[in-house]
């Protein structure tokens, strides 16, 4: 099936007992119901069919439960669907679930409807004639949609051939939602002999094709496509929107189950457990349990109200796979009834210094979300966003690795930096001023960079600091993975060439790429610049180390007196294997001179 080929998928809806599962026979000449859904005259679980038009492109149908208490069963069927059959039985007219199901059909976002007046051949035309308009009446006050109307009777045949031509006409012409990437929601999950695993349920968006990669959510595990299968025939390629069966490689069936979703890299699947939701109709006044259903997936949840008007979050108990703008419902818990429609504005903690500002945003949005993306809203909230996040990159965005960054915000948080580091004394990891200003690792490394290059601030020993120099990350990539493993040894110190205690593994510097010869060369650079300090017996120490050493053993000294080695040991904390080569360290850089077995204090540091 080929994307030319595309028709959609209607779903059957009405009151319990208005011959919806009859008319889908008539329509079909499929029976959905199972045998003991038969037996109870009651369907309980969706049912699927088709039919095809005169040039044999297939249509898919879906048969939702009637009753109340199938609700969840029936808005399960809803999600995925073109066009929505209402059926209305001519001797009973309107009822209570009729309304129900239309609320759910507004709910899912579904602006395609048609009316079926079942069981025409019931009543009298007068009769009838007061049937449609009220339904029309009805479905116009709820929806504020005037639907087309057809009276038929699904047990004589009557009008049959005009509905399904009248559900032809009246599908869109292609996939609305084409170009937002594959999803498919999870409806039935079994394990077929010799294919395994095999999913089934409705493709929204995309094309499937026999060997893609797609990932699963909420678990997010990659999955490969073994099969495919769309109205009871194989094919390699199916595309939107379609009934299909997915065969999947390798994947036990007991991992997969209804509700989950599979979903292409381009359609941007979110596997949730914080949502921020955008409700019609009143506000929630009081935090609640609730039952949540999206796309297939059901389960129980905690509504919370928000401060601003038409926003609630919504915390699952166990995280949902869903997208943006994607219309759910909320019933409440133990119950049928819907307590209100809603659309994922937002999905993922808020932090606390961002959901003011997040929930304003939230609330200017325009009522109809298809024209918003979610990475732009991420750009106007923390401005910045990953730049394959957005389908196009807007003008004027500073590029950064792989983040797209708002220029007036970039220079915002650069002032900020400088605040930070004018405090007196101070000096900062790049993880520390990420931390700090609550920006994105990479995304600080950028707005560094960009310090930096002004002259504004340096590294010196892994922090950043005010003023233009020397800068540890002008150094070649080889000095700074020699500087990084100097580093490590802490106070044992680094002595290339030697392995066990005093040293490192040889493997340490070869993992590095770089031979004994190339080390030993960039650690006389490293010396030379300050960065190390040799000790006697070709031991490199961190400078900044060695200074710290040097400050602890001079603290509260004065000129001109007199420490032992054990002073030198206790403070710098050091085995006299290393004091001694530290002293003669000291002495060269004249902060001390020998005077028989102790040393002569010469100068103070600063």
């Not at 194989?234 to 599979?262: F, I, M, T, W, Y």
Request: aromatic fraction near 4%; proline fraction near 5%.
């Amino acid at each position: 099936m080929s994307a030319q080929h595309y028709r959609g998928v209607i779903g059957v809806a009405g009151h319990v007992d208005h011959g919806k599962t009859t008319l889908i026979k008539a329509l079909t000449g499929i029976t959905t119901a199972r045998a003991h859904e038969q037996a109870i005259g009651m369907t309980q679980d969706l049912g699927f069919a088709h039919f095809a038009d005169a040039a044999g492109n297939p249509v898919g149908v879906i048969d939702v439960p009637g009753h109340e208490r199938y609700i969840r069963n029936m808005v399960a069927g809803m999600w995925s669907l073109d066009l929505v059959l209402l059926v209305v039985a001519a001797d009973e007219g309107w009822m209570p679930m009729t309304r129900d199901h239309l609320q759910v059909i507004r709910a899912m976002g579904i602006e395609r409807l048609v009316v079926a007046i079942n069981k025409c051949d019931l009543v009298c035309a007068d009769e009838l004639k007061k049937r449609e308009e009220q339904i029309q009446e009805q479905v116009f006050e709820l929806v504020g949609l005037l639907p087309e109307v057809v009276s038929v009777s699904a047990l004589t045949g009557l009008n049959i051939d005009a509905l399904r031509e009248l559900l032809l006409t009246s599908l869109p012409k292609q996939a609305a939602d084409q170009e937002q990437g594959a999803r498919l929601y999870i409806d039935r999950v079994f394990s077929a002999h010799g294919t395994g695993t095999v999913v089934t349920g409705t493709l929204r968006g995309g094309t499937l094709r026999v060997g893609d990669k797609l990932t699963l959510y909420p678990s997010g595990r990659s999955v490969q496509i073994r099969s495919l299968q769309a109205y009871h025939q194989p094919h390699d390629e199916v595309s939107a929107s379609s009934r299909v069966a997915v065969g999947l490689k390798k994947v036990p069936h007991q991992e997969v189950s209804r509700g989950d979703c599979l979903a292409s890299d381009e359609a941007h699947c979110l596997a949730a457990s914080q949502l921020v939701v955008r409700l019609e109709g009143p506000s929630p006044t009081r935090q609640q349990q609730v039952e949540v259903a999206v796309g297939t997936w059901q389960g129980r949840a905690t509504l919370v109200p928000l401060a601003a008007p038409g926003l609630a979050r919504l915390l699952p108990e166990r995280p949902l796979p869903c997208f943006f703008a994607q219309p759910l419902a909320i019933i409440r818990h133990g119950s049928s009834e819907l307590l209100h429609a809603g659309r994922v504005a937002w999905s993922g903690e808020v932090p606390t210094h961002q959901r003011r500002a997040l929930y304003s945003l939230l609330s200017s949005l325009p009522a109809d979300l298809s024209g918003c993306h979610p990475a732009r809203l991420q750009l106007a909230l923390q401005g910045y966003v990953e730049s394959s996040a957005l389908p196009a990159i807007p003008v004027g965005m500073v590029q950064g690795g792989r983040w797209l960054i708002e220029p007036d915000w970039l220079a915002h948080q650069q002032q900020a930096v400088l605040t930070l580091l004018a405090e007196p004394g101070s000096a900062f990891s790049q993880r520390e001023l990420s931390w700090r200003l609550h920006v994105e690792s990479d995304v600080m490394g950028v707005l560094l960079k960009g310090l930096k290059e002004a002259q504004k601030i340096r590294l010196n020993y892994e922090k950043w600091q005010l003023g233009d120099g020397e800068s540890e990350d002008d150094l070649p990539a080889p000095a700074q993975a020699v500087l990084a493993l100097v580093r490590s040894q802490n106070k044992a110190g680094y002595e290339p060439g030697k392995t066990g205690p005093g040293g490192v593994s040889e493997d340490a510097g070869e993992q590095m790429g770089l031979s004994l010869p190339e080390r030993q060369k960039q650690l006389r650079n490293l010396a030379r610049l300050k960065y190390v300090v040799l000790l006697e017996g070709g031991i490199y120490l961190d400078a900044g180390l060695y200074r710290e050493m040097v400050c602890a053993v001079l603290a509260d000294q004065q000129v001109g007196a007199l420490i032992n080695m054990a002073h030198v040991k206790d403070q710098a904390g050091l085995s006299r294997k290393y004091a001694i080569p530290f002293c003669l360290r000291m002495e060269m850089d004249g902060w001390v001179r020998r005077q028989d077995n102790d040393r002569i204090v010469l100068k103070l540091p600063a």
